[in-house]
Each structure stands twice: as C-alpha cells, then as structure tokens.
C-alpha cells in the first residue's frame, strides 16, 4: 500500500487538471483563485490551496477541473478519505475526467476499498490504457482481493510496456509460483544490487526462517534506499513475526515517520505496543489511527478490542469482537477474546458458547493439517 503512495503520479494525473481548467470558461475571480492555489502548491503551502480551491467549488460548482484538482492535491497530501467524496462528485459533474477516476481508484485502494478501488481504475483504464500508476495500482489491489490470476495479467502487461519494470517483475514472481523464477532471474538481472533485488533475497530467506539474514538484506535495502516503503515494512515486519518487538516497535514508529496514513503500521504498532505491556492509552491511540483510516480493517478491530479489555472496559470491547466475528467466523483468537470478554461481563453462558467454538475451531484447524500431511504422503510415496 505504502509504494503505491510514494509514487509520483503520470503526466496525464499531474498535469490533467490544469489542461481541463484551461478548457473551460470561467469568471476573473475564479481565474485568480486558481493561480493562487498554484502559487501556493508550488510554495508547498497546500493548506491554502486547499482553501482557494474549496472557495473555487463554492463560485463554480458545476466545474469538474477544480474537484479533480482538489482530489489531487489532497491524494498527494495523503488526505486519501477527504479526496474520494470530492472526486466522486467531479465525475457525476464531468464523468470524462478519466485521471480523476485514477485518482479515485487510487485513494479506495488506499483506504481499503477495494472492490470500488477495482471498478473505478477498471473504467478509466478503458481510456487510459497505458496509464502505468493505474495498472499497478489495479495489480496491487487485485492481490488485495485475492485475485492472483486477473493480477498477473496486468503485470503481463506492464512488462511488456516495460522490460525493466521492477515492481511489476517482483509481483509476478510473488503471485504465481511457477513463474518465480524467470521473474526473479528478471529482477536481479536488471540490477543486483537494487534495494528491490534485495527485498527479494530477503523474502527468501525470511520463508525459510532466516531471519537474521532477511534482516540483513532489508538493511542492505534500507542503505540503498533509506525512504524505500517495501523494505521498511519488510523490515518491521521481520522482527514483529520473530516477536522481537524492540525493534519491531521502533521501525513501526519509522514507517509512520514517512506514511501517517499507514494503517498496517498503526495497527502493528498497537499490537507491538500491547505486547511490550507498554501504556494501554498509548497503544489505542495507534489502533484508533489504524481504523480511521481503513475502519474496514478486522485485525484492527481484534486489537482494539484486546487493549479495550485491557482497560478495564469489555463492554466497549464486545462490538468490536461481534464485529471482527462477522468478518473472520473462523478465527480462534476472536473466540478465546470472546470468551474473556463475556465473563468479564458476568454473561457465563456466552463465554462457555465462546470457549466451546474456540476448541471446535482448533480441532478443525489440526484436522485440515493431518490431512494435508496425509494428501503430501500419498503424492510423494
């Protein structure tokens, strides 16, 4: 999520805006309104572009430039939940404004949207076809919802614009098992020594529980690209599997340093906090952050609802849990939440129906594995 973000935009998102302003009649005083706010964003004030574009909505609402402009701006600024309603009514004002559709898709993904985020980059790809921010962006959230083979397509597609695409090479490779190894052999044969190539080694080396060494290779990453998103989540998220959580707490806080919108990042710095029994305050401010930004996030309900009982407070807890039920009924660790939480409560017969479904969980979670043990032997005797 954290790459797509850093991106700079294409030509036709950067300078979109301005080509469609320039097209349309308007009044002196909104002329002077957008110079102002250009002035302004050159002046990386964006607050008072902000302001003047806003002020340009109100005198002219009819004209769709001025929200593409705005939703750009505030994409750029990171303010991903305050530029979709803008952009959503530029395009009922002006639906031809395809780089505002791009933006859009961009700022759904963002916040986790993604079945919008994939509608919305779909439509304008069908008039900006090699628009490369929009297919990766479409790549990146068809692996957000777990369409592995309609993602590999749009890589396909990116390498072929592009031989040297390394994004677009490193998430094939990660998509599809039997392609793995051309893809990688492609990336490290573009540069070696790039902090992508060694991402990869890292990644490697992490699924064969190496961690030291994965490690390593995302601080050789890191040296080589200080600001690079990938290998700090990488990085962070080594020592936060490993359960080193020092050290997962303080690249947390380094991701956050350069994305204050991360919500994996608050999320995982809530949970790190928590495990370092560090001040439950502190930890929900962290998960609050998470869910503003992606309130779709059930992992983040999880675990504000494991700090809200930590506060003394179950009842605040419990809708958190029956939330994150509905959305992963299969998952033990709401189960035992729920079960502490009903007592907590005083309500026994809804913790026993808790641990009940907890242990039946369990079972069938060590049933699937004994079969796929047996499904292994009988495919290799």
């Excluded at 930890?283 to 609802?305: F, H, M, N």
Aim: charged share 20%; glycine share 4%; proline share 5%.
């Amino acid at each position: 999520m954290n790459r797509l973000a850093a991106l700079f935009l294409s030509c036709n998102l950067a300078c979109g805006g301005t080509a469609l302003l320039a097209a349309q009649a308007v009044s002196p005083e909104v002329q002077t309104l957008y110079q102002h706010a250009r002035t302004a964003q050159a002046a990386d004030d964006n607050a008072s572009a902000v302001a003047d574009y806003t002020k340009i909505l109100r005198l002219a609402p009819g004209l769709g430039a001025a929200y593409n402009n705005l939703g750009r701006l505030y994409y750029n600024m990171g303010r991903y939940t305050d530029a979709i309603p803008v952009l959503v009514r530029g395009l009922r004002v002006d639906p031809s404004m395809h780089p505002a559709e791009i933006i859009l898709g961009a700022s759904y993904y963002q916040t986790g949207s993604y079945d919008k985020a994939a509608l919305a980059l779909q439509t304008a790809l069908k008039s900006m076809p090699d628009d490369r921010f929009a297919r990766i962006t479409l790549a990146h959230t068809l692996i957000a919802q777990n369409k592995p083979e309609d993602a590999v397509q749009q890589l396909r597609r990116l390498t072929n614009n592009d031989p040297k695409d390394q994004e677009a090479w490193y998430l094939l490779g990660k998509l599809q098992l039997q392609l793995s190894q051309q893809a990688f052999e492609q990336v490290h044969s573009i540069d070696p020594d790039s902090p992508l190539s060694h991402e990869l080694s890292g990644e490697i080396m992490e699924s064969m529980k190496n961690i030291p060494g994965a490690v390593t290779e995302y601080k050789k990453a890191l040296e080589l690209a200080p600001t690079d998103a990938g290998a700090m989540e990488h990085l962070a998220n080594a020592y936060w599997n490993a359960g080193e959580w020092e050290q997962a707490r303080d690249s947390f806080t380094t991701i956050l340093q350069h994305d204050a919108n991360n919500c994996i990042a608050h999320w995982k710095l809530a949970n790190t906090l928590d495990e370092l029994n560090a001040a439950a305050p502190d930890a929900l401010k962290q998960v609050d952050a998470a869910l503003a930004t992606c309130p779709s996030l059930a992992q983040g309900r999880v675990e504000r609802a494991r700090i809200l009982l930590r506060l003394g407070r179950p009842a605040d807890s419990l809708p958190e849990l029956l939330n994150a039920e509905k959305a992963a009924p299969d998952e033990p660790s709401v189960q035992i939440l729920l079960a502490k939480v009903y007592r907590a409560l005083g309500d026994p017969t809804h913790a026993a129906a808790a641990d009940a479904k907890f242990k039946q969980l369990l079972q069938a979670e060590h049933t699937g594995k004994e079969n796929h043990a047996a499904e292994v032997i009988r495919a290799n005797p």
